[in-house]
């Protein structure tokens, strides 16, 4: 549940640290490009670009068109602003928030006194450019690899909340092969002779769409949003997840919104410790599909703690995964965990196994340098060609069968 949040936290943390970057000291004039674009956040630079000859400019003045921004300025703020027509709607320290004729953007970036000017609109559908963003599309197309990785012959696990198991991004792109194998709704009240310690689960096809949603389902839909993200098949459109042609199985848990949905006699029984149980759960699962080629720890938790990640692969012995408690101990982000030879650029160190298959590695997410690399012109974006980020706070766990 925390995954969003946690992404919503990092971007936010790196625009901040941009935001207090250095900038060149640009005068008004000779200034290559007419305005100082390191200063604007994407969406800004966008909107300067799209004004950027005289006949624009003057469209623009003609139809008063303005930007909604936040504007860090030092020095005399209100001269800078009433220079260029801005109107301050309120101010946070050295920080407005500007309305900014769109005539005036790119002069106004030129002010010395002027070091960032930020805005952005809060969501945005973005799966059909995510894969290139993330360097996967050499992976879908197998390029310096033993084959082309979709997600085909994989099983994505996904553990979240509010989950809409009839949605077509859950079938194939064509709308006819259903990808849901199986759901553990701790939430569910159909308990009768269920072996598991809360809820039920639901398996096949015909089960699944009959139940049609976790108990949460039509109050949350974070599961359903993530589960796209990861695994949605895009139904014939270019809005697709990561792993588009993979089988999905699901746990659905209990956060604090759905008390009103369970028992008072039960209440005790969801609580962290239940959590963990969904790993149990699909760990299991993943034996019977003949168990797991690939274990990633990531986020803070997975990334940092070492204590996590000797907990998760406790008692999985019997799918070859065994922790060196030495080297685990010892272990930071971008190592490889495997006996296999890393990837170029990674340290070639890394818990070991009992065997070169599972793999476990732990990355560290990089969507700081993705703000970057969005925001500053010329930034490069990573070239391991490692996966960048599989999953926030949780391990990400794909399994062959």
Known sequence: MKRIRIFHLIIYVGVLLLADMPVSANNMKGHPTGADYSKMSSFVRRAAMEYNDKHQIAQAKGHGRELCAFVKMEGNADSVLHAHNCRSLVRFGNTHIVSVPLSELRALSLCLDVTRIEAGRNRSIQMDSTAGNVNALSVYAGKALPQ????????MGIMDVGFDLTHPNFYDASGTDYR???????????????TLYVGADYRGRNELLGYAHSRDGLIQT????????AAGSGYDSRYRGMAWESDICLVNNAVTSDIPLIDADDIYKYTYATDSLRLKYIFEYAAEMGGVDLLIFTGGVGENSSELRTYVCSDMEFMGIEIDETVNAATHALRLFSHLSPPDGLPNSGIACSSPSPRLMVLKPSEPRSVRADVIPGSKRSTTGVPRRPGVGAPSIPFGR
């Open 148 to 155: 082309a990785y979709t997600g085909r012959g994989v099983v």
């Open 180 to 194: 849901i194998v199986r759901l553990w709704d701790q939430l569910s009240a159909d308990t009768v002779g269920s």
């Open 222 to 229: 974070h599961g359903t949003h993530t589960l796209g993200i």
